[in-house]
C-alpha cells in the first residue's frame, strides 16, 4: 500500500478481533490510518511478522517507478548486496573540513554540561513516519507522552480514547526500500556501517547459479534495509523494552549463505500490551 487520494477507507474489517500481518511493507501514514480504523472497530491483538515501513511519502504525492528495478534480481549478488544497502554513512564533508588551518591556530570545542534532570533523548519527539513515530500512535500500552509525564518533563498529557485494543506484537519489523523515485535516505543512512564483504565462495556460488534460479518479476518488491538510527532503536528499548537481530542461527546462516553478511541488523522484535498502571517514574538516570 503506497498511497492514497481523499479519505476512503483502505481496507474495512469491522468483525476482526486478531489480525497478523506478515511478509509485507507499508507507507507509514497508509499503516497508520488503517490500523487507527481497525482500533475504532473491534480489533483486540495485532500480530506483525516481518513487516516493513518505507520512507514517509507525502500524502497524495505519487512517486514514479524506476526505470530500472535493482531489487527485482533477488538472487544475484546484487540483489544480495542491496540487502545492506544504506547500513553505512553516506560520504559528507562537514562545513568547512577541506578548508586551511593557520598554522598555531587551536580549534574551539565546546564547553559540555551534563544536567542529570535533562530529559533522555530517546524521549525526544520521533521523526514522522518512523517506527518510533508510529508505535507512539498506535501502542495500547503506554505513550512517550506518559514516559515524559512519569519523569517530571511536561504536564500531564490529555487521556487517550478508549478502545478495545489491547496487545501488538512485533516479529522481525523494520524498514524497506521500494522501486520508486522519491527520498527514501531516512530509512537507508543511519548507523554504524555494519556493511560486511561478501565471502568469495558465496560470490562465486550466487553467479554460477543465477541463469537457473526464479527472479520476481514484481514492480512492487521491495528491499530490507538493515539499517535504523542509534536514536530511534534508544527509544524503541528504553521506551518499549524491543529487542534487536535474529536469535535463530538458522537463519542467520541461511542469509549469509545468500550474501548478506549482517542480516537481522535493524530488524526489532517485542510485545506491548494495554497497562492499568502508569509508567516509572524513575527517568532521570538514564
Same mark, same amino acid.
Given at each position: 500500500?503506497?498511497?492514497?487520494?481523499?479519505?476512503?477507507?483502505?481496507?474495512?474489517?469491522?468483525?476482526?478481533?486478531?489480525?497478523?500481518?506478515?511478509?509485507?511493507?507499508?507507507?507509514?501514514?497508509?499503516?497508520?490510518?488503517?490500523?487507527?480504523?481497525?482500533?475504532?472497530?473491534?480489533?483486540?491483538?495485532?500480530?506483525?511478522? #516481518? $513487516?516493513?515501513?518505507?520512507?514517509?511519502?507525502?500524502? @497524495?504525492?505519487? *512517486? /514514479?517507478?524506476? =526505470?530500472?528495478?535493482?531489487?527485482? %534480481?533477488?538472487?544475484?549478488?546484487?540483489?544480495?548486496?542491496?540487502?545492506?544497502?544504506?547500513?553505512?554513512?553516506?560520504?559528507?564533508?562537514?562545513?568547512?573540513?577541506?578548508?586551511?588551518?593557520?598554522?598555531?591556530?587551536?580549534?574551539?570545542?565546546?564547553?559540555?554540561?551534563?544536567?542529570?534532570?535533562?530529559?533522555?533523548?530517546?524521549?525526544?519527539?520521533?521523526?514522522?513516519?518512523?517506527?518510533?513515530?508510529?508505535?507512539?500512535?498506535?501502542?495500547?500500552?503506554?505513550?512517550?507522552?506518559?514516559?515524559?509525564?512519569?519523569?517530571?518533563?511536561?504536564?500531564?498529557?490529555?487521556?487517550?480514547?478508549?478502545?478495545?485494543?489491547?496487545?501488538?506484537?512485533?516479529?522481525?519489523?523494520?524498514?524497506?526500500?521500494?522501486?520508486?523515485?522519491?527520498?527514501?535516505? #531516512? $530509512?537507508?543512512?543511519?548507523?554504524?556501517?555494519?556493511? @560486511?564483504?561478501? *565471502? /568469495?565462495?558465496? =560470490?562465486?556460488?550466487?553467479?554460477? %547459479?543465477?541463469?537457473?534460479?526464479?527472479?520476481?518479476?514484481?514492480?512492487?518488491?521491495?528491499?530490507?534495509?538493515?539499517?535504523?538510527?542509534?536514536?530511534?532503536?534508544?527509544?524503541?528499548?528504553?521506551?518499549?523494552?524491543?529487542?534487536?537481530?535474529?536469535?535463530?542461527?538458522?537463519?542467520?546462516?541461511?542469509?549469509?549463505?545468500?550474501?548478506?553478511?549482517?542480516?537481522?541488523?535493524?530488524?526489532?522484535?517485542?510485545?506491548?500490551?494495554?497497562?492499568?498502571?502508569?509508567?516509572?517514574?524513575?527517568?532521570?538516570?538514564?
Amino acid at each position: 500500500m503506497l498511497n492514497r487520494v481523499g479519505e476512503k477507507e483502505v481496507l474495512s474489517l469491522p468483525y476482526i478481533q486478531n489480525l497478523s500481518l506478515k511478509n509485507c511493507w507499508f507507507s507509514p501514514h497508509i499503516f497508520t490510518e488503517f490500523i487507527k480504523e481497525l482500533k475504532e472497530s473491534e480489533l483486540q491483538c495485532l500480530t506483525l511478522d #516481518s $513487516v516493513s515501513l518505507t520512507a514517509f511519502i507525502r500524502p @497524495g504525492a505519487h *512517486p /514514479a517507478p524506476l =526505470t530500472t528495478n535493482p531489487w527485482n %534480481h533477488q538472487n544475484n549478488l546484487a540483489q544480495a548486496m542491496a540487502a545492506n544497502l544504506g547500513v553505512g554513512h553516506p560520504f559528507f564533508l562537514p562545513p568547512g573540513l577541506n578548508q586551511p588551518v593557520l598554522a598555531g591556530q587551536l580549534a574551539q570545542l565546546p564547553v559540555t554540561v551534563n544536567n542529570p534532570n535533562a530529559e533522555p533523548s530517546w524521549l525526544s519527539q520521533p521523526r514522522y513516519g518512523s517506527w518510533a513515530q508510529v508505535i507512539d500512535t498506535l501502542t495500547p500500552g503506554n505513550r512517550l507522552a506518559d514516559f515524559r509525564y512519569a519523569g517530571g518533563f511536561t504536564e500531564q498529557p490529555e487521556p487517550r480514547e478508549q478502545s478495545g485494543f489491547k496487545k501488538l506484537v512485533f516479529k522481525s519489523c523494520g524498514y524497506v526500500r521500494i522501486p520508486f523515485d522519491f527520498d527514501q535516505s #531516512s $530509512v537507508t543512512h543511519h548507523g554504524l556501517n555494519h556493511r @560486511g564483504s561478501v *565471502p /568469495a565462495a558465496v =560470490t562465486k556460488r550466487i553467479n554460477d %547459479h543465477e541463469n537457473m534460479m526464479m527472479k520476481s518479476g514484481d514492480s512492487l518488491l521491495g528491499s530490507i534495509t538493515n539499517s535504523m538510527s542509534d536514536r530511534e532503536m534508544n527509544t524503541l528499548k528504553e521506551a518499549w523494552n524491543m529487542n534487536f537481530g535474529w536469535d535463530s542461527p538458522q537463519q542467520m546462516t541461511e542469509a549469509k549463505h545468500d550474501g548478506i553478511v549482517h542480516a537481522g541488523i535493524g530488524r526489532f522484535n517485542g510485545s506491548l500490551e494495554a497497562l492499568a498502571q502508569p509508567p516509572d517514574t524513575d527517568l532521570t538516570d538514564l
